[in-house]
């Protein structure tokens, strides 16, 4: 396991620039925005959300994850949003913002390839769901080969992704996790599937980043905006939250007061953080969308099959996030 940030080349051999460091803090995995009649990429709304999350004081940024819509996207389509994300990035002075890619494929060959293209679009570091569409054949054995086999060859180091959910039920253990992320080219693991407890474990035997120590290198993050202040008491790195999209400064306030030791004020703020960040969850991509065209101007509808948000639930979901959305932006 290599320490985020320190490595000057990738793992077969070719000099690249110095990674950026991924630091503790909180990541965005961001939307992909779309023409609203035509459902062609809308690059320019892609690069100022991009911007606009930079100035709330995010660590990194994530491209191609699951609020990223990739499954409905072409390869092409995938390198633009990530070259884009990172040319606003640097155009506004924030090239201290990593950006990670999703590159998740059902086969070590096609996951290298996304890998590789992610790199050439900007991305330092990729983030990897296991394969599940051949669902049972896939134990244990299968997919340590498959981690085993992209971290050999990737360019860019690897986040593993827990989120059972999207993965047909996979759920990595944190015996599994550790003995995976000993390969020098795997640096962290993002934990949808909420289990602190999975987290702590890993965190502790991976020697993690924390607020207060750099350890490692190696980020355990959770991977939702309700247990940021979890995460952190959990001796975690960080949050990788799809409501930071919409709550930016909220997140990041919650996890810096646990970090400056304002411990009963951020739990205080996360109470708030949890009651709206559950009705965007339900809300899902549509929901997410909408809450960013009610509050900023911008957002739009995903590429269907996913459906648009009728009247009356739009009405719902911004009672829903009203209190929240009032934390945010006194921040």
Request: glycine share 10%.
């Amino acid at each position: 396991m290599a320490s985020a940030g320190t490595n000057g080349s990738t793992a077969n051999g070719t000099t690249t620039k110095p990674l950026t460091p991924l630091r503790h803090g909180i990541y965005a995995p961001t939307m992909t925005f779309f023409d609203p009649q035509t459902e062609d990429l809308d690059l320019d709304t892609i690069k100022k959300h991009s911007v606009r999350l930079a100035k709330a004081g995010l660590a990194g940024l994530i491209t191609m994850g699951s609020n990223g819509e990739a499954v409905h996207l072409t390869r092409a389509e995938k390198t633009a949003v990530t070259r884009a994300t990172r040319t606003a990035l640097d155009d506004a002075s924030y090239t201290h913002i990593p950006v990670i890619c999703g590159a998740s494929e059902q086969s070590i060959r096609g996951t290298l390839e996304l890998c590789a293209e992610g790199h050439a679009a900007g991305a330092e570091y990729a983030l990897l769901v296991p394969p599940s569409y051949y669902r049972s054949a896939m134990d244990e054995g299968r997919l340590y080969e498959y981690f085993m086999g992209v971290a050999d060859q990737s360019p860019l180091p690897i986040i593993l992704y827990n989120y059972p959910g999207a993965v047909a039920g996979i759920d990595m253990d944190s015996d599994f996790i550790i003995r995976v992320s000993q390969h020098k080219n795997i640096v962290g693991c993002k934990f949808t599937c909420g289990n602190t407890g999975k987290l702590t474990r890993v965190a502790r035997a991976m020697d993690a980043v924390t607020p207060h120590k750099q350890g490692s290198g190696y980020m355990a993050f959770g991977g939702m905006a309700d247990f940021t202040a979890q995460t952190a008491c959990s001796g975690g790195s960080g949050i990788i939250a799809g409501g930071a999209n919409v709550l930016p400064k909220t997140v990041v306030r919650v996890w810096d007061l646990w970090a400056e030791g304002q411990l009963e004020e951020s739990m205080r703020l996360q109470a708030v953080l949890s009651a709206g960040d559950w009705v965007l969850t339900k809300g899902a991509i549509p929901g997410t969308k909408q809450a960013l065209q009610s509050c900023f101007g911008y957002g739009g509808f995903p590429r269907r099959p996913l459906r648009r948000m009728e009247t009356e639930e739009i009405k719902v979901l911004e009672a829903g996030i009203a209190e929240v959305m009032k934390m945010e932006n006194s921040l």
